[in-house]
Nanobody
């Protein structure tokens, strides 16, 4: 079974940028739809929220909150999905999770119950 592993989190000042990586241990991402979600570390009771996704055919989609600031891409030769976070703001502070998914709804966003596997997350902290 493919295990998803995130990397690239850290501390950045408001207005800065950061790159997150999702790789697969024990398999390939080439035929997986991959999404990024995030969760406020100060509110663990809240659901994870959709950030961005890319289909196995490399079609991207974004949540409204990150449109124009974040970019998702996939690099099958490196077995990696990359999320570029630009113009970061303090409200972007979160644990970011990589996930595989299978769409079962017509909703543009990837829904939590469409996720098939999760990574363990990587923390992004944006200071003001």
């Amino acid at each position: 079974q493919v295990q998803l592993v995130e990397s690239g989190g850290g501390l950045v000042q408001a207005g800065g940028s950061l790159g997150l990586y999702c790789t697969a241990s024990g398999g390939t991402l080439a035929h997986e739809n991959i999404a990024w979600f995030r969760q406020d570390p100060g509110a663990p009771g809240r659901d994870r929220t959709f950030v961005a996704a890319i289909t196995w055919r490399a079609r991207p989609k974004y949540a409204a909150a990150v449109w124009g600031r974040f970019t998702i891409s996939r690099h099958n030769d490196e077995n990696t999905v990359y999320l570029h976070l630009g113009d970061l703001q303090p409200e972007d502070t979160a644990v970011y999770y990589c996930a595989s998914y299978f769409k079962t709804s017509a909703n543009d966003d990837v829904l939590l119950d469409e996720v098939t596997d999760w990574g363990k997350g990587t923390l992004v902290t944006v200071s003001s």
